[in-house]
Nanobody, 129 residues
Framework: QLQLAESGGGVVQPGGSLRLACEASENTLTHYSIGWFRQAPGKEREGVSCISSFDGSTHYVDSLKGRFIITRDMAQDTVYLQMNDLKPEDTAVYYC??????????????????????WGRGTQVTVSS
């Protein structure tokens, strides 16, 4: 059974950084793309970034390009989301999800990308002074 577990959330001041981790079941990253999503209170869930299992390409929502960086460690079955220059509007619960190899672009262009059926429980990120 494919499982995902996020970690690394916390409270940070504006301008600070956090690195989130999404630890997946063994060999997941070989077969599944991993997307990061976030949901702020009272708002719809939105896609943040994705890394493709098909070709290793990375995708970002336009508003976050340059601040967030997604990487993966295949040996550790872990995907990371480095978040820099954090702003109060980045406050949200961050989730990772596994989906089809060639649908990564959909994570950052669709509200509910099809096929991303496996989800972690989320990690809270709070940006506050």
């Amino acid at each position: 059974q494919l499982q995902l577990a996020e970690s690394g959330g916390g409270v940070v001041q504006p301008g600070g950084s956090l690195r989130l981790a999404c630890e997946a079941s063994e060999n997941t990253l070989t077969h599944y793309s991993i997307g990061w999503f976030r949901q702020a209170p009272g708002k719809e869930r939105e896609g943040v970034s994705c890394i493709s299992s098909f070709d290793g390409s990375t995708h970002y929502v336009d508003s976050l390009k340059g601040r967030f960086i997604i990487t993966r460690d295949m040996a550790q079955d872990t995907v990371y989301l480095q978040m820099n220059d954090l702003k109060p509007e980045d406050t949200a619960v961050y989730y990772c999800a596994a989906g089809p190899p060639r649908r990564c672009q959909m994570v950052v262009t669709m509200t509910a990308p099809p096929g991303f059926d496996y989800w972690g429980r989320g990690t809270q990120v709070t940006v506050s002074s």
